[in-house]
């Protein structure tokens, strides 16, 4: 079977693009697909070191387009799961190295042998998010509960719709429960029906997200035991068509007013 090609997006940055593609690899991977997450961020590489696979680089995207190396030479595999691959950024050139058609390309070579290609966009409405789209059979948009992100999610929504991509989904990062309850933040459900496309993951606020990064090894590659690696998980499942619950923030008692939102505008 084909894979399905999913690009993560945001308008703007620094919101958890890079955290996202690593771990929902990961996850999918843990899950028994066959994943390749690729590092569109050219000139900013940071999807390897995420990864921890800076070291095992040789060649990167722009190597594969301008034919310096066939497509298969320039994946990475992780060391931890055979199922998952990097296709890395190169680090030295700039995004106008990159055209859609190129990345429409690039996906349809890997279509084959994978079940998912996760694509990693840059921040911004500019060249290196329409190289990213191109090849989307859908599109994540990752957002924070905070107005200026969300506003500049609005936007890309806009551009999709206009591009006639899509379907694009939304997942909140960086939630801080007590924040939303004393009304300090936007709740998840503000943002939902601001958007107004479907939540398929809220992701809470967590300093081993940071840690984790630091030493290249995703939250999701431990035991599913924290709140957050179970949230990357229940993603993955939801993006392989799985009905799964928005459980770990009702464990955490919190947001129930989310559930309540959903319950009385959903079926
Ligand atoms: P982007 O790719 O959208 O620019 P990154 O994934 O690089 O964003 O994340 C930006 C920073 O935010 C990183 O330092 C990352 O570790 C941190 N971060 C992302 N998601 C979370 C989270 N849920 N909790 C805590 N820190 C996070
Ligand atoms: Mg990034």
Sequence with gaps: MAARVITITSGKGGVGKTTLAANLGVALARQGQRVVVVDAD???RNLDVMLGLENRIVYDLVDVIEKRCRL??????????SELFLLPAAQTRDKS???PDDMVSVCENLREQH?????????GIEQGFRYAIAPADEIIIVTNPEIAAVRDADRVIGLIEA??????QLIVNRVKPDMIRRGEMLGIAAVVELLAIDLIGVVPE????LIATNQGRPIALSSDSSMTGRAFHNIARRLRGEEVPFLTLREQGVLEWLFRFMRSGGD
């Excluded at 967590?206 to 997200?209: L, S, V, Y």
Aim: proline share 6%; glycine share 6%; charged share 35%.
């Design 42 to 44: 050219v000139g900013l």
């Design 72 to 81: 298969r030479q320039a994946l990475v595999r992780d060391r931890r799961l």
């Design 97 to 99: 190295a990159v055209r």
């Design 115 to 123: 079940d998912f290609i996760l694509i990693d966009s840059p921040a």
């Design 163 to 168: 591009e006639e991509q899509g379907p694009a």
């Design 206 to 209: 967590d300093e081993a997200i």
